[in-house]
């Protein structure tokens, strides 16, 4: 086969300019004709540049940076880039025989560069100097030199509505201070730290694997090569690619510092010795690394899985600390004084009854109490608490009850008799006894009202019912609503959605073993409500720990269970002032009907009034102001005299005539 001893293009540019100078000696008689279309199916492409491409694929000799050729080619055609453009980013890759043939080809004609002087730039100034704004003084007026610089990515619109005359500037910082990301509790900084290390592992080994795919073809030639040329062979930095940070980074990752400094230096001058080797331990790293990752993934999705929901709980954590301390007598006789009252409604009796049961359920397995006071305590909640709030005291059962009063229905012990028959018997009062005692307050209340408002007419037949107490009592009252509000929440969330929790599972996430089963022993088909109730009964017979209840109860309710955490807590304190209440002789006397109790004058004890609205349902807790209570007093007094005609009070004759002197 002939070979031609001219370049082909040579042979097509004496065309071309034949071509143009006969059509510069003939007249233009008819327009030209454009183009016929392209067709993708048949490309016009000449054996000329089908040359030149495999030229230019030869030269490159690896397959990576072939591909950035190509896409620069490409970013070309879709008038991405200009002809300027295009010369200015294939040039890297081309020598300069063919980069003058790819102009050719291209049509490309060469222009020289203009050179401008580049403008004056004024210095930054400093922010703490400058001028601030009267309205807004974290911002601050940049001086007049300084406005307006040249900006080559502006247009007339930039021109016309970027700011120009005024810069950020926190007053609480420097301009150099970076931002501050929010607080994040433990859980979410383990998660942050498991992403972090996946990252690293992905990072490394990408980049092992493109300095792989850039050694591969030169490895392949030096083995094409002989040995002179081997000895003669050097390579540029960059070894074809883009950059040289990647690589170097790796191989002193792989390496100590003095021999990567050593390989980095061998790898441009002697690539024939050095190549093949550090290919070698590059491909045994990469094994390595994706093996460890293997590994690592397997503790990874175990933290994310475990710390998931826990991050998302920003209260939790100091939840359970500060609830400890408000739930104390001395706490809520202090929350009481700054607030005076509180408010809520028991309007759902069936969270009661839930309430009444877990009090019983949590008392059946404690050992601190005797069985004595347990029947007191359980005799409290079956009467005290229907009576008060006027429901149905069927409600709570002897059925119900019986699972936790078995074992108490045995004899009692010959020291619990002894005690019993040396200590004085407190009676509990009955459901008339306290229905007796709450009206004797609406009247003993109506009747002061009618002492100090005398214009005032009030009925007696008022729907509201109020019961003075004393600090114990109170304190009941008050245990009794955080508990009451904490699950009546949580009865809402479930009631408002009642398929929280019953998605189908992601068959993708279960083919890769990337689904936790930790929670498939939660039943949640009677609502997540009653799933929660059946963890805290649990919780409470040690069946399961405390941090697997709180995995749990974050599964059903998220960020809302936190409130649940302290349910123990609660359930002791509830007992323990209902237990109080039953062995105190003064709450005795409250309880008992017709009693004084706590109207008694000389008492100095706070006096809190509970009121109840047997309409809405609405409970108030009160704490009385002594004050007013004294100026009740000192007015009763004054009425007590003036009713008693045996006896003057005060001298008479300081009494003066009310009339004026004429």
């Given at each position: 086969m002939q070979t031609q001893a001219m370049p082909v293009y040579t042979k097509k540019r004496k065309t071309y300019q034949q071509q143009q100078q006969q059509q510069q000696q003939q007249p233009l008689l008819r327009p030209q004709q454009r183009d016929p279309p392209f067709d993708p199916l048949k490309p016009s492409v000449s054996t000329e540049e089908t040359e030149l491409f495999d030229r230019i694929k030869k030269y490159i000799g690896n397959k990576p940076s072939h591909d950035e050729f190509l896409k620069i080619i490409h970013l070309y055609t879709l008038h991405i880039l200009d002809a300027d453009q295009l010369i200015q980013h294939v040039e890297p890759f081309l020598d300069q025989e063919l980069l003058d043939a790819f102009k050719h080809v291209l049509g490309y004609e060469s222009k020289e560069k203009t050179i401008e002087k580049p403008g004056y730039s004024a210095?930054?100034?400093?922010?703490?100097?400058?001028?601030?704004?009267?309205?807004?003084?974290?911002?601050r007026i940049v001086p007049k030199e300084w406005q307006n610089q040249p900006c080559s990515g502006r247009d007339q619109l930039c021109w016309e509505v970027l700011n120009d005359e005024y810069v950020s500037h926190p007053r609480w910082a420097s301009e150099d201070s970076g931002f501050t990301a929010s607080k994040k509790n433990p859980y979410e900084e383990a998660m942050h730290r498991c992403e972090e290390e996946r990252y690293d592992f992905d990072l490394n080994i990408e980049a092992n694997l493109n300095i792989i795919a850039l050694l591969e073809p030169i490895a392949q030639r030096i083995e094409a090569m002989t040995d002179e040329e081997k000895d003669t062979f050097q390579l540029k930095p960059g070894l074809?690619?883009?950059?040289?940070?990647?690589?170097?980074?790796?191989?002193?990752?792989?390496?100590d510092r003095e021999t990567a400094l050593e390989i980095l230096d061998l790898i441009y001058s002697r690539p024939a010795a050095v190549v093949p080797v550090l290919l070698k331990r590059l491909k045994?790293?990469?094994?390595?690394w994706k093996r460890i990752q293997r590994e690592w993934n397997k503790q990874w999705r175990e933290q994310d899985s475990k710390n998931f929901y826990k991050s998302l709980d920003y209260q939790g954590n100091t939840f359970k600390s500060n609830d400890r301390k408000s739930l104390s007598v001395k706490a809520m006789m202090a929350e009481v004084e700054q607030h005076k009252q509180f408010k809520f409604e028991p309007s759902d009796c069936t969270v009661i009854k839930d309430m009444v049961r877990l009090v019983l359920f949590y008392l059946r397995r404690q050992n601190g109490f005797t069985k004595r006071d347990k029947r007191k305590i359980r005799s409290f909640l079956c009467t005290f608490i229907p009576s008060f709030f006027q429901f149905d005291q069927d409600l709570l059962t002897r059925e119900q009850f019986a699972y936790f009063t078995e074992d108490e229905e045995e004899e009692p012990s010959e020291e619990e008799q002894t005690d019993e028959e040396h200590q004085e018997e407190l009676p509990m009062p009955n459901d008339d006894e306290i229905i007796d005692k709450t009206s004797q307050q609406v009247d003993v209340q109506t009747q002061i009202i009618k002492l100090t408002c005398p214009r005032c007419d009030v009925k007696d037949n008022s729907s509201d019912g109020h019961f003075l107490c004393n600090i114990h009592v109170y304190c009941f009252f008050r245990l009794f609503q955080i508990l009451y509000e904490r699950l009546h929440k949580l009865k809402l969330l479930s009631d408002e959605n009642p398929r929280r929790l019953q998605k189908?599972?992601?068959?993708?996430?279960?083919?890769?073993?990337?689904?936790?089963?930790?929670?498939e022993d939660i039943d949640l088909s009677k609502g997540c409500y009653h799933a929660l109730l059946e963890h805290i009964e649990k919780f409470l017979d040690n069946e399961i720990d405390q941090a697997t209840f709180e995995e749990n109860a974050r599964y059903i309710?998220?960020?809302?269970?936190?409130?649940t955490f302290?349910?123990?807590?609660v359930l002791h304190f509830f007992i323990k002032q209902i237990q109080t209440i039953v062995l105190d002789k003064k709450s005795n006397e409250i309880l008992r009907p017709r009693s004084?109790?706590?109207?008694?004058?000389?008492s100095e004890d706070d006096v809190y009034n509970i009121i109840f609205d047997k309409h809405t349902r609405k409970t108030t807790i009160q704490l009385l102001d002594k004050q007013k209570l004294e100026h009740d007093k000192a007015y009763n007094k004054y009425i007590s005299n003036y009713l008693t005609w045996e006896r003057d009070t005060g001298d008479v004759q300081d009494v003066k005539t009310p009339f004026l002197k004429r």
């Open positions: 210095v930054k100034p400093d922010l703490n100097h400058c001028e601030a704004v009267e309205e807004s003084p974290s911002y074809g690619g883009q950059t040289v940070s990647i690589y170097e980074r790796i191989i002193k990752k792989i390496y045994q790293k990469d094994e390595e189908k599972l992601n068959q993708t996430a279960v083919e890769l073993d990337l689904y936790s089963n930790r929670y309710f998220g960020i809302d269970a936190y409130i302290t349910i123990d807590k004084e109790g706590v109207h008694n004058e000389s």
